[in-house]
């Protein structure tokens, strides 16, 4: 793993007549040239994999489980550097922290691009929904499914949400 543990986390906001800010434990860091806020923390994450690209099927996700950390995240996906290679069109399920503050368990994710680098990986893994898997799984492997596996409309933007909120544009930043 690289020595810098900074993470950063994306949000995608509707600026509108509004100035953005953010509740602690994060902070944000302003970039006009991009859509997103950054909050930045540090916080370790553990893949699972549940299906990989060559068709291997672990249900439980209990067969390969891949230490990281998450670089950023944002409402696709996340960047996350492993010790270990991941393919693309691996199918995993993640367990991460924000800020030692929300636990966030089962998140569903697919294996969208891969890079190696002087022994790490970094790995972009987008969130997918159930529904998304019916495509990709056969009936009886989604039968086989843990029923406590979400999306990220059900977890990580509910957790973000609580932490990001707008002021009026006379309100100055904290």
């Not at 994060?26 to 997103?36: E, G, K, L, T, V």
């Not at 022994?119 to 799984?137: K, P």
């Amino acid at each position: 793993m690289k020595k810098d543990e900074k993470v950063k986390y994306v949000k995608d906001v509707t600026a509108g007549e509004n100035d953005l800010a953010v509740r602690k434990p994060f902070r944000m860091n302003r970039d006009n040239q991009r859509r997103f806020i950054r909050l930045e923390i540090s916080s370790p994450m553990t893949l699972k994999k549940i299906k990989d690209a060559a068709g291997n099927f672990w249900p439980d996700g209990d067969w390969h489980v891949i230490n990281g950390m998450i670089l950023n995240i944002s409402a696709g996906g996340v960047l996350v550097e492993v010790d270990q290679p991941l393919l693309e069109g691996d199918v995993v399920s993640m367990y991460f922290t924000l800020q030692d503050v929300e636990c966030l368990d089962n998140v569903l994710g697919l294996v969208k691009r891969v890079d190696g680098e002087d022994g790490f990986f970094l790995a972009g893994v987008e969130f997918i929904t159930r529904e998304y898997l019916t495509d990709m799984f056969s009936r009886g492997e989604m039968d086989l499914l843990p029923e406590d596996l979400t999306n990220f409309d059900e977890s990580v933007r509910t957790v973000l949400n609580k932490y990001v909120y707008a002021e009026k544009l006379s309100g100055r930043l904290e």
